[in-house]
């Protein structure tokens, strides 16, 4: 039977967080599609090592990161998040074609770093404008949802690139071809479907990122950045769980399976965490999607088999579902209504550096030591932020 207040927390998340969960489906069938294959055609075409692939990964995903405090500010300044939205998702679309032309890593990286800079645009603005329009008592269960139908293209995309993969004989640039396909249609659904809230509209304000400002964020605000940054040195690309399922034996055009399975766990548990944090100590429940990653690190480091890399994905996924929306809901949670966009911005330029440092050491580990190495150095980032979280208390 289907809970009631469940049910009608459901109904009252507004139509526009709903539009933006599928804009982020499609955009995420279209990027998956390529980024569940790229590990692979990166060192199996393309020559590259575990290094190469940690590198390009890690300056990719910062980039996306860091690009959001400028996109965010800008949004804040400006009073148009709709706009920088579109103008992101745009460009992440209209990249696509250089994968599928890519002759060179160099090109690989290039593609890699417009397209993540297309994310950074609409990343900040797009998380500010859910802010904006979800009330209150519903809001992590608007981020748990967008969050979800995110992840329905994460696990979509990937599986669309196994079909592919095996009907066209393991062609990488065929189906790096048809990925263009649904970064078009998020861009069409945003424009139509999405209308941004009359008091954002032309609204003028003072510097965003001026000294004044940054302090008007507070010290709550500040504690968020600092414990979502060791979270993300906790959890460097997923890039180099593609790399481990491929070492567990699946065949090349399977191993993207590995990324579904993932990704279905992720989309099942973002929104029920999602509602949680409406109710329960927001600390609480972040120290409980640590202990799962630590627990999904300590699977991954112990053998390669794919029953033990399946495992371990799938502990990754429930924590990104308890964790990513959380997150972006502390952010909101903590930030003034007029700066949200720059706190996004900034709580992401300081998790996107973070991100880098982590792809990077991830790399060394696995070319070094080996990938046992890389999963227990993840094991020991989270149990640093959860050491954070314990001196700062639980409530």
Not at 291 to 310: F, S
Not at 322 to 338: F, H, N, R
Request: aromatic share 8%; with cysteine; charged share 10%.
């Amino acid at each position: 039977m289907t809970n009631p207040a469940s049910a009608n927390k459901l109904a009252r998340v507004p139509a526009a967080i709903w539009m933006l969960g599928f804009v982020s489906l499609f955009m995420d069938v279209s990027s998956e599609m390529i980024h569940s294959l790229l590990p692979m055609f990166m060192v199996g075409v393309l020559g590259a090592s575990a290094f190469t692939v940690g590198m390009i990964e890690g300056v990719a995903e910062s980039t996306a990161l860091i690009v959001k405090i400028f996109s965010g500010a800008l949004s804040d300044y400006l009073g148009k998040r709709k706009l920088l939205a579109v103008l992101g998702y745009a460009l992440g679309a209209f990249t696509k074609p250089l994968f599928a032309m890519a002759p060179t890593i160099g090109i690989v990286l290039t593609a890699r770093f417009l397209d993540r800079i297309g994310k950074g645009v609409r990343g900040a603005p797009r998380d500010a404008l859910v802010a904006d329009i979800a009330p209150p008592e519903v809001r992590g269960a608007a981020f748990g949802l967008r969050q979800a139908l995110d992840t329905v293209g994460a696990f979509v995309g990937p599986l669309l690139g196994v079909g592919l993969m095996l009907l066209w004989a393991n062609d990488f640039r065929k189906v790096f071809w048809v990925a263009v396909v649904p970064g078009l249609l998020a861009v069409a659904l945003l424009i139509v479907g999405v209308h941004e809230p009359a008091r954002h509209q032309g609204e003028l304000k003072t510097n965003p990122i001026n000294r004044a400002n940054l302090k008007r964020l507070g010290p709550a605000c500040w504690w968020v950045v600092g414990i979502g940054a060791v979270v993300a040195l906790a959890r460097f690309s997923q890039a180099f769980l593609v790399l481990r399922a491929q070492q567990s034996g699946i065949p090349l055009a399977l191993v993207p399976l590995v990324m579904v399975a993932m990704n279905i766990v992720y989309a099942g548990v973002a929104y029920p965490f999602g509602k949680l944090s409406d109710r329960m100590s927001h600390k609480q429940l972040l120290g409980w999607g640590l202990v799962v990653l630590i627990a999904a690190d300590l699977v991954l480091a112990r053998n390669g088999h794919w029953l033990t890399v399946l495992a371990g994905v799938a502990l990754w996924g429930v924590h990104l579902g308890i964790t990513e929306g959380l997150l972006a809901t502390m952010v909101a949670d903590t930030s003034p209504a007029d700066l949200r966009g720059t706190a996004f911005g900034v709580f992401n330029l300081v998790s996107g550096l973070a991100m880098l440092i982590a792809s990077g050491l991830a790399g060394l580990l696995w070319d070094q030591l080996g990938a046992a190495y890389t999963f227990y150095a993840g094991a020991l980032f989270c149990v640093m932020a959860m050491v954070g979280l314990i001196r700062k208390g639980w409530q």
